[in-house]
């Protein structure tokens, strides 16, 4: 059983940044990748980006890809997401997910077994 709590989320003008943190709780956090997916108001939940479990490999949606950074650190059991150049689109409540299987970091929603209460982002222009 893994419990992630996020922080971080806030109201930022666009252009500006922000750094979200997904804190695990367990002994195992660096066997499971990790993902952050968002839900707009009115849309459905959307992956953002997703890492695997030694950090190696990082993978992201096209509108978030040279904006967002996604990290982690396996001594703290903590992921992170680095937002730059934020824009009003970018406005949504922000989950982070682990992944069981580790290895190879999914797009997919289905693949993620726990999940977090979401964070609200909200980008003002």
């Known amino acids: 059983q893994v419990q992630l709590v996020e922080s971080g989320g806030g109201l930022v003008q666009a252009g500006g940044s922000l750094r979200l943190s997904c804190a695990a709780s367990?002994?195992?956090?660096?066997?499971?990748?990790m993902g952050w997916f968002r839900q707009a108001p009115g849309k459905e939940r959307e992956f953002a980006a997703a890492?695997?479990?030694?950090?190696?490999?990082?993978v992201y949606e096209d509108s978030v890809k040279g904006r967002f950074t996604i990290s982690r650190d396996n001594a703290k059991n903590t992921v992170y997401l680095q937002m730059n150049s934020l824009k009003p689109e970018d406005t949504a409540v922000y989950y982070c997910?682990?992944?069981?299987?580790?290895?190879?970091?999914?797009?997919?929603?289905?693949?993620?077994?726990?999940w977090g209460q979401g964070t609200q982002v909200t980008v003002s222009s």
């Open positions: 367990g002994r195992t956090f660096s066997r499971y990748a």
């Open positions: 890492i695997s479990s030694s950090g190696g490999l990082s």
């Open positions: 997910a682990a992944d069981s299987r580790g290895g190879v970091p999914s797009r997919r929603e289905t693949n993620y077994d726990y």
